[in-house]
């Protein structure tokens, strides 16, 4: 069986954690030259947007470390950053929804389908990618909420485009799918963003130290190779967060709703499943 073996990228059962992680790895491997050029341009436009408030908070790359003198302004600019975080993710999370249902439904289909407007519902994911952004700035500025606001945001790209719901139905979904079992899915988003987070620290703050290290970045070459180098990095690391997304939400799903079952009854049958994926009309 297909499904079964180590390779699956969606398993139909139940996953350990580090099933997760690997389906998610695996997700973002076969559908990488769509959603890393995507995460690179929005990435890129993040950093546009950020560079104005960071010269405000008087941080610099790479690390962007805060002064004692500026704390007010670097705390608008953490959440304005959150902000543009909780976008970018629920815009990818459109593209890795639909990859991951595609998996499930129809897994010989080209990759060049997730680009395709037909089935995507890019107005209400646009939409709920706003409100999502709203949700996480205003969580940022009381700094404890920021997890809360992230742990239960993960489901509302997947409930948009596989569920079919509107905006506000699914930031319900998300909140709610997120809060079964113990909060699981809530607590595996959280670990995969402080997973992704360490490695983005790792790797900006190193590529950057590595050049003025061996001599070969300039002073005035800092700032735009820092820009550069967070958004490379971003451009794998977001669209890698949206595909631990597409997968929790489909695992919590087949663990709580039997979504296999009815998978596996269409895939026997030939019957639709009852609930439209991966822009199947």
Request: glycine share 8%; hydrophobic share 60%.
């Amino acid at each position: 069986m297909p499904d079964a073996g180590p390779i699956a990228v969606l398993p139909l059962r139940p996953l350990t954690v580090g099933e997760l992680i690997d389906s998610a790895v695996l997700l973002l491997r076969d559908h990488a030259r769509v959603l890393v050029p995507v995460a690179l341009v929005l990435a890129a436009l993040e950093q546009l947007l950020l560079y104005p408030l960071r010269l405000v908070a008087e941080v610099t790359p790479p690390a962007y470390l805060p002064r004692l003198d500026e704390l007010p302004a670097y705390w608008f600019l953490l959440a304005v950053g959150a902000a543009c975080e909780g976008v970018i993710i629920a815009l990818l999370g459109n593209l890795t929804a639909r990859a991951a249902g595609t998996v499930l439904l129809d897994p010989a289909a080209p990759v060049r389908r997730l680009l395709h407007p037909g089935g995507a519902r890019l107005p209400a994911t646009l939409l709920v990618a706003l409100l999502a952004g709203a949700v996480m700035f205003v969580a940022s500025l009381v700094m404890p909420l920021w997890a809360v606001g992230f742990a239960l945001l993960g489901s509302v790209a997947p409930a948009i485009v596989l569920d079919r719901f509107g905006p506000f139905r699914a930031l319900w979904r998300s909140a709610t799918l997120a809060l079964r079992i113990s909060g699981r899915a809530a607590a595996i988003r959280l670990l995969g963003y402080l997973v992704w987070w360490l490695l983005r620290i790792g790797l900006a703050v190193g590529a950057v130290t590595g050049l003025n290290s061996a001599g070969l970045l300039a002073p005035e070459w800092q700032l735009p190779v820092g820009i550069a180098v967070w958004a490379l990095v971003n451009s794998v690391a977001y669209p890698a967060l949206a595909c631990v997304d597409a997968a929790v939400y489909l695992e919590a799903r087949i663990r709580t709703e039997g979504l296999d079952i009815v998978v596996n009854r269409a895939r026997q049958t030939g019957a639709p499943v009852l609930t439209p994926m991966a822009g199947r009309r």
